[in-house]
């Protein structure tokens, strides 16, 4: 732990809003707060929340960086505030919603409505009318290496913040972003899934999927769970394009 | 006011949760689910431990069966649990388990061969079968005879979490998120469903279904310091004891995990001493070996976590301005273990502390970590006073767990609870007697009864101040209801948290008055209700002369089955009380598979139940009998204890196994 020198003042600027509130607008207040040993913007909101303004929302739940709860704009940039220790940004912090997402309080977003509208629509599980489930038997045979590779894409931890950075989604809010593009190649992965190539086409080969992904970037960098989005939305493209000329 | 009807209403979104809700839907009756958050941010996310259950794949579980793993439960518990239950949970997790596997859960899998491990500190080969190869594979936990705990990397409850709610999604589970039960509806002895608050718009709806069932977790954030998530608030529990007739179980039964970073709470996983990492204290010095020669890091955690704060007590503890830790050293299992194998570990010691534990160690202490207590049930599920309500998961006391529960043995609990309560609810729902006889005018008492209560919570002047009485009560339960207890602390508190929970009742919301989205009105409602809960725990602590798993009373070192063989029952019958009532159940010697021995932690102490002995005698009279006639493992546990017929039919039949029966 770091040596004992006069603390810093740490001046948070957050952007405000009750949308249930007629007469509000969207503002920025500052609140100071004295920094401390070992600080993350969790305890800095909670400090600010319990001892000067307690109407202030936001959601934490795990405060852990493992739930995907607290996404938000830091500086700008999309990330988990539980996990953000103050020591390593500047005094002066500006703190904002997500955008693209529906707006509830102050910092806090309904991502949970868009996650389960991407599941559903993406059906993210396994898909198997063949086998029945034989819970006295052993159980079905995996190779080590692949049981791994799929829990790399299962990491996702739904937080959105590869949507809040992804210039595509603001154009077109119906695609469905890297963390969708990451979910299919998860189960694509998956031997346990029995979908076809041609039925995840149905789902992703079109401007909603692969092919409205403009490979800027700006998901992988703020993805707080480092996915390899990129290399998994480049192989679904060149296996979606196979299976279009195949067609 | 808006009234909502479905057959079970399932409050609470985590593993135990959607379990219940998947297999309902399953058995054709609908099932809803409502949620503080989305069902996949549930505390649930945080297991990354891993999940036990007896496959046996690996070289290390070899070996392994139902018979041991129910062994390691029982001596686990301190002889609370109920060793039905504990026969019911360990015949199923082995086909909970392969239900994940066929659901997408990609568990850790055997990789035949050679491998190196680090097993107490010593560099050793092992060598997995060829026919295991592909299979899930386990790693070792505390307070486990073998390698039984099962994992996918170090993400295991997020795995399961994110296959059950994709498996409710498939099933189309109707799924309420961001509501909060705030009450539930009962008439005449029968609970109908619950009262809910959006917690975006303020909106309270009633949830009126034929049954309830809470799987809300626990209540570990009635203390100041806990690995638990902050949503963690012992909510559910209150809203049973607020029936006034359904019951708590054994409220004091509280455990804490021994290494928990300091100083923000977060847990670093027991896989981090199941794979070869010791505690050290400011001398460098490994102390456990000490203390525990056989176990050493992995006895029970409630073990090293006494052994831990003995050690500091001793002048040991390395000094912060957060108050004496230990550390946890897991240098030598080396960069590329760590890497692969406890990620989760590795990033918490960066973001969190800013340091790497491939190089340094880790400073930990003991922390608030599980809930045993919780809203006592049959083996069924349901509550033993309310008709209709159900509970399970970390919420209940199904008694599994007994004063201690093992790592591994919690999330487990959870899916095969929720499997086999989702059977008992079905059943209830497809007889006769589930039909509903509420009177609508009730269902709108109820609706008021709340919306006055938030309303005096908006509009009183000159209140309290819900946050003070709440850090007070997190610091009492925190210094004097922790790991070491005593009358005199415990008498304290309880007198204390019983002034907390008066003033709680003229609690005002300074200047945040917003009736939608307020996070202020919520932790005013909250507070009210944690402070009951509260004080089950510190008051059944009180009254529990004696010490039991987790449960450690330095006046009453000895555990004393003569006269606390029982389960603690708290209940709140008038709204008006200020104290819980408590009541007793005896847990009865005669019918046990395993009768109590020493649980082989320290010297043993323990008091016997007088038909301790008797029973001894009967229990080896009858394996020395059948094994003479060449009687099966299952026929002689048939005879001791037989729990089968208890089962749903589909879940009876013998779980296959390696080496076994293959
Ligand atoms: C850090 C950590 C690591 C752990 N590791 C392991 C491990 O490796 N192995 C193991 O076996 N166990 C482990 N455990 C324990 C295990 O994770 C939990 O016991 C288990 O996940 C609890 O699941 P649950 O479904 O009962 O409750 P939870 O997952 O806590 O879910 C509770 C649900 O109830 C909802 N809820 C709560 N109150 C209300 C309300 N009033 N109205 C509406 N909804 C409500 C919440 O939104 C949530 O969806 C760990 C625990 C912690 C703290
Ligand atoms: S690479 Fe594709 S998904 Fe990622 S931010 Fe850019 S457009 Fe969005
Ligand atoms: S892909 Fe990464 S950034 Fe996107 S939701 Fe998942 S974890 Fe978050
Ligand atoms: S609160 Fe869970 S990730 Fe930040």
């Given amino acids: 732990m770091s040596q004992e020198i006069a603390p810093r003042l740490l001046k948070i600027d957050v952007l405000r809003f009750d949308p249930n509130d007629k007469n509000d607008f969207p503002h920025i207040e500052r609140f100071e707060v004295v920094e401390s040993d070992g600080m993350t913007l969790f305890i800095v909101l909670n400090e600010i929340r319990e001892h000067l303004d307690n109407s202030l929302m936001f959601d934490f739940v795990c405060r852990a960086g493992i739930c995907g709860s607290c996404s938000m704009l830091v500086n700008g940039r999309p990330t988990l505030a539980c996990r953000t220790l103050t020591s390593k940004l500047d005094a002066h912090i500006t703190l904002a919603p997500l955008p693209l997402f529906k707006l509830i309080k102050d910092l806090s977003i309904f991502t949970g409505e868009w996650m389960r509208y991407l599941n559903e629509h993406l059906e993210t599980w396994i898909h198997d009318k063949e086998s029945e489930i034989q819970y006295d038997k052993l159980e079905e045979r995996m190779e080590p290496s692949l049981a791994d590779e799929i829990y790399e894409l299962d990491r996702c931890v739904e937080c959105g913040c590869c949507v809040a950075g992804c210039g595509t989604i603001q154009m077109r809010p119906s695609f469905v972003g890297a963390v969708g593009l990451n979910k ?36 992988e960098d703020v993805c707080p769970k480092d996915l390899p989005l990129q290399s998994k939305i480049a192989y679904l493209r060149r296996m979606m394009l196979k299976t279009a000329i195949k067609n | 006011m808006k009234i909502i009807y479905t057959d079970v209403l399932i409050i609470g979104g985590g593993l135990a949760g959607l379990r219940v809700a998947t297999g309902v839907k399953e058995r054709g009756h609908d099932a809803l689910i409502i949620s503080l958050v989305p069902p996949k941010r549930s505390h649930s996310a945080a ?85 295991a190869h592909g299979l899930i594979t386990a790693r070792d936990f505390g307070g486990t005879k073998k390698w039984r705990t099962c994992y996918t990397s170090d993400g295991t409850g997020h795995s399961m979490l994110y296959a059950m709610d994709n498996r409710a999604h498939e099933q189309e589970v109707e799924i309420h998120e961001r509501m909060e039960a705030i ?19 303020g909106e309270l709806v009633a949830y009126v279904s034929k049954a309830t069932t809470v799987a809300t977790g626990g209540y570990g954030r009635i203390y100041s310091v806990s690995t638990n998530a902050i949503i963690c608030q012992g909510i559910g529990q209150a ?24 100083p923000v709470g977060i847990l670093t996983t027991e896989g981090c001493r199941g794979d070869g990492g010791l505690l050290l204290d400011k001398d460098g010095y490994r102390f456990m070996p000490d203390y525990e020669p056989d176990k050493k890091e992995l006895a029970s955690r409630d073990v090293v976590s006494r052994r831990m704060t003995e050690h500091m007590r001793k002048g040991k503890g390395v000094q912060s301005r957060y108050g004496d830790h230990l550390w946890l050293d897991i240098t030598n299992l080396g960069r590329e273990h760590i890497e692969k194998n406890l990620r989760e570990v590795k990033e918490i010691c960066e973001n969190f502390l800013g340091i790497d534990p491939a190089v340094s ?131 304290e508190a309880v007198v204390e948290l019983e002034e907390l929970l008066k003033r709680s009742k003229n ?17 005013a409602y909250r507070t009210q209700k944690m402070l009951k809960v509260a004080l089950t725990v510190a008051y059944g602590a009180l009254l529990r002369e004696e010490s039991r798993g987790a449960h450690s009373r330095e006046d009453f070192p000895a555990r004393d089955d003569e006269n606390w063989l029982k389960r603690t029952l708290t209940s709140w019958p008038d709204a008006n009380q200020t104290m819980p009532t408590v009541s007793y159940e005896e847990i009865s010697v005669a019918n046990m598979e395993l009768p109590p021995g020493f649980r082989g932690y320290g010297k043993d102490l323990t008091q016997h139940h007088h038909e301790t002995q008797m029973r001894e005698a009967v229990v080896k009279a009858v394996q020395e009998k059948l094994i003479q006639e060449g009687a099966s493992r299952f026929e002689i546990q048939n005879a001791l204890m037989p729990y089968l017929d208890k089962l749903p039919k589909k879940y009876r039949n013998i779980n296959e196994r390696l080496g076994e029966n293959i």
């Fill in chain 2, 47 to 131: 297991a990354q431990g891993g999940m036990q259950a007896s496959l046996a794949n690996s070289k290390m579980g070899e070996g392994d069966n139902e018979d041991v793993h129910f062994g390691d439960t029982i001596r686990g518990s301190d002889w609370g649990a109920d060793q039905e239950v504990a026969r019911m949970f360990v015949h199923c997790a082995p086909k909970a388990i392969r239900e994940l596997a066929h659901w997408g859960v990609p568990w850790s899998r055997v990789q035949k061969g050679d491998r190196t491990a680090i097993i107490n500190a010593q560099k050793v080969t092992i060598s997995e079968k060829e026919e």
């Fill in chain 2, 361 to 491: 160690p880790i400073p930990v202490r003991p922390t608030q970590h599980y809930s045993m207590g919780g809203i006592r049930t049959k083996y069924t599920g349901e509550s033993q006073t309310l008709k209709g309500l159900y509970s399970c998961g970390e919420a209940a006391c199904w008694d599994l767990h007994g004063f201690n529960r093992l790592g591994g043995n919690s999330v487990s609990e959870t899916v095969v609870a929720g499997m086999l309560v989702a059977e008992y609810i079905s059943d209830f729902c497809d007889a006769p007697e589930s039909s509903m006889h509420i009177h609508s005018s009730k269902i709108e008492m109820a609706l008021k009864v709340e919306k006055e209560k938030l309303e005096a919570l908006l509009t009183k002047q000159n209140g309290e101040d819900a946050y003070v009485l709440r850090r007070r009560m997190e610091e009492i339960m925190m210094d004097k209801v922790g790991i070491f207890r005593n009358g005199k602390d415990l008498q």
């Fill in chain 1, 184 to 219: 299919v190649a998860r189960y694509h992965l998956d031997p346990r899934d029995k979908r076809s190539d041609a039925e995840y086409y149905e789902l992703i080969g079109d401007e909603n999927g692969v092919f409205g992904c403009m490979t800027l970037l700006g998901c």
């Fill in chain 2, 507 to 523: 609690i005002e919301v300074f200047r945040s008055k917003s009736r939608a989205a307020n996070p202020a009105l919520v932790n």
């Fill in chain 2, 183 to 201: 009450s539930l509806i009962t008439d005449e002895g029968r609970c109908y469903g619950a009262v809910a608050r959006n917690l975006m718009t």
């Fill in chain 2, 239 to 262: 809203l049973a004891l607020e029936t006034g007739i359904a019951t708590l179980g054994n409220m004091e039964a509280v455990q804490f995990h021994p290494t928990a970073i300091v």
